[in-house]
C-alpha cells in the first residue's frame, strides 16, 4: 500500500492498516484518517523539505517516523547534482533545491536502528521516459509519489499493490496531470490498483511489467 497525502476515503484507513506493507511520505499527514501502519517513510532528501524534516521540530518524534522500519530517500545524489547549474538558469529561486541531505537521513536511521534506501537514477530516468509519453509542460522533477510508485512497481513486479491518497495535486514544478495520467495507465494495464472513495480496490488483471 503506497499512501500518499491526499485525502483518503471512509474506510481506507482499516484497508491501509491492513495491509501486508506500507508507505507513507515525508511528515506522515496520512497517518490516522488514512490508518496507522507505517513501514516506510519516503522522504525528499533535497531542498526545504529535507530541511525542514531535519531541522528542530517534532519529525523525529512523529509516530509514523519511530514505527518505520526504512526510511526511503527518493532523489539520487548524483542527478539532482547535476540538475544544479541548468536550475540556476530556469529557476533560480530555486537555489537551494540541490541542497542534498541523503546523508544525514542516513544518520539519522543509523541512530534509529532504520534501513535506509536510496531510489537510483535509473528508476527517475524510466518514470521521466514514462511522463514523456504524456508530452507535460516543462517541469523541474517528478513528484515523490510517482517515484516511489516506479520503485516498487520495478522492485516487486509480483505484488499487489495499492495506491490511497493520491490527488495529483501540489506544487507545479511538479508535472501532476501526467503522473496522474501514468497512473491511470498501470491501473489499466493491471499493474496498480487505486483505493477508491469508497474504500474499495478497484479490480486489477494479468501484469506486464514497468515500461522500461
Known amino acids: 500500500m503506497i499512501v500518499g497525502n491526499g485525502q483518503v476515503g471512509e474506510g481506507g484507513a482499516e484497508i491501509i492498516d491492513s495491509a501486508d506493507f506500507v508507505i507513507r511520505f515525508n511528515d506522515c499527514r496520512s497517518f490516522g484518517l488514512g490508518g496507522t501502519r507505517t513501514d516506510v517513510v519516503a522522504v ?6 529535507a530541511k525542514a524534516m ?6 523525529r518524534a512523529h509516530p509514523g517516523i519511530v514505527d518505520a522500519s526504512e526510511i526511503w530517500s527518493v532523489r539520487d545524489p548524483e ?8 536550475l540556476a538558469v530556469s529557476h533560480p529561486e530555486l537555489d537551494d533545491f540541490c541542497d542534498d541531505y541523503t546523508q544525514l537521513f542516513g544518520d539519522v536511521c543509523a541512530g534509529a536502528g532504520k534501513l535506509h534506501r ?4 535509473r528508476i527517475h530516468d524510466a518514470i521521466d521516459r514514462a511522463l514523456a509519453m504524456f508530452a507535460p509542460a516543462p517541469y523541474v522533477v517528478p513528484s515523490s509519489g510517482i517515484i516511489v510508485i516506479g520503485e516498487v512497481l520495478d522492485s516487486c513486479p509480483n505484488d499487489n499493490v ?9 506544487w507545479e514544478g511538479h508535472p501532476f ?11 489499466k494495464a493491471g499493474r496498480l490498483r487505486r483505493l477508491s472513495q469508497h474504500g474499495v480496490p478497484s479490480t486489477t488483471c494479468e501484469r506486464p511489467p514497468l515500461i522500461s
Open 44 to 49: 525528499c532528501n533535497t531542498g526545504r523539505p
Open 54 to 59: 531535519l531541522g528542530p521540530g517534532n519529525w
Open 118 to 121: 536510496i531510489v537510483g537514477q
Open 177 to 187: 496531470a501526467a503522473e496522474k495520467q501514468l497512473v491511470d495507465a498501470f491501473v
Open 79 to 86: 542527478k539532482v547534482a547535476a540538475m544544479r547549474a541548468p
Open 162 to 170: 495499492v495506491v490511497a491518497g493520491f490527488g495529483h495535486v501540489g
